[in-house]
């Protein structure tokens, strides 16, 4: 199963990060409309991804849910008809939720950079290094460090977990909220 080590990160100004990525990775980015739906697994972490009308792939992916650079190990499959596949997935494990976001991915070195907007979360940057199979995760580690230092990337804007963990907190919490809201109105 391939691996790779990656952060994920809260980004406060994500053209000047784009900027940044665009001059290491010495070309402009690659704009990606991405739609994500995630299914109930055992463990890991199951999704649809749709990028166009014509193409989607199945991912599986298990990482630990941890700020900081983290190995994710992970397999890929293309899919040829996504609203089948969608709606066999949807009756046999049930929907998650679904993650939509305009992704703009820059390729520095044998890093993934991608600078996300996510609907309903705002802006955010992954970075995904890379690792050959034999080697190991300790030197995809320090080039995360190494591109985070690079892009600006701060300690305390790291997050863990993914875009759909961020979306469920925010609806429990928006949820709490509403019933607070409608106790204290009683």
Same mark, same amino acid.
């Given at each position: 199963?391939?691996?790779? &080590?990656?952060?994920? /990160?809260?980004?406060?100004? $994500?053209? =000047?990060?784009? +900027?940044? #990525?665009?001059?290491?990775? %010495?070309?402009?980015?690659?704009?990606?409309?991405?739609?994500?739906?995630?299914?109930?697994?055992?463990?890991?972490?199951?999704?649809?991804?749709?990028?166009?009308?014509?193409?989607?792939?199945?991912?599986?992916?298990?990482?630990?849910?941890?700020?900081?650079?983290?190995?994710?190990?992970?397999? &890929?499959?293309?899919? /040829?008809?996504?609203?089948? $596949?969608? =709606?066999?997935? +949807?009756? #046999?494990?049930?929907?998650? %939720?679904?993650?939509?976001?305009?992704?703009?991915?820059?390729?520095?070195?044998?890093?993934?950079?991608?600078?996300?907007?996510?609907?309903?979360?705002?802006?955010?940057?992954?970075?995904?290094?890379?690792?050959?199979?034999?080697?190991?995760?300790?030197?995809?580690?320090?080039?995360?460090?190494?591109?985070?230092?690079?892009?600006?990337?701060?300690?305390?804007?790291?997050?863990?977990?993914?875009?759909?963990?961020?979306?469920?907190?925010?609806?429990?919490?928006?949820?709490?909220?509403?019933?607070?809201?409608?106790?204290?109105?009683?």
């Amino acid at each position: 199963m391939p691996r790779n &080590v990656e952060i994920k /990160a809260r980004v406060k100004n $994500l053209a =000047a990060m784009r +900027a940044v #990525a665009e001059r290491l990775a %010495g070309a402009p980015a690659t704009v990606l409309q991405q739609e994500d739906t995630f299914f109930h697994v055992p463990a890991g972490r199951l999704k649809l991804r749709v990028l166009g009308p014509d193409e989607a792939q199945l991912i599986y992916y298990q990482r630990p849910d941890q700020n900081g650079p983290k190995t994710s190990h992970y397999s &890929v499959a293309p899919v /040829a008809d996504a609203r089948a $596949l969608r =709606a066999v997935l +949807a009756s #046999a494990l049930g929907v998650r %939720g679904t993650v939509r976001k305009t992704r703009w991915l820059c390729l520095v070195g044998r890093t993934r950079v991608h600078l996300d907007e996510v609907e309903g979360l705002g802006s955010f940057m992954e970075l995904e290094v890379m690792l050959r199979p034999d080697e190991d995760e300790e030197s995809g580690r320090r080039t995360a460090a190494e591109l985070m230092n690079l892009l600006g990337v701060q300690r305390e804007d790291l997050i863990d977990g993914a875009y759909m963990d961020l979306l469920a907190r925010e609806s429990e919490s928006s949820g709490e909220a509403s019933a607070r809201e409608g106790r204290s109105a009683d």
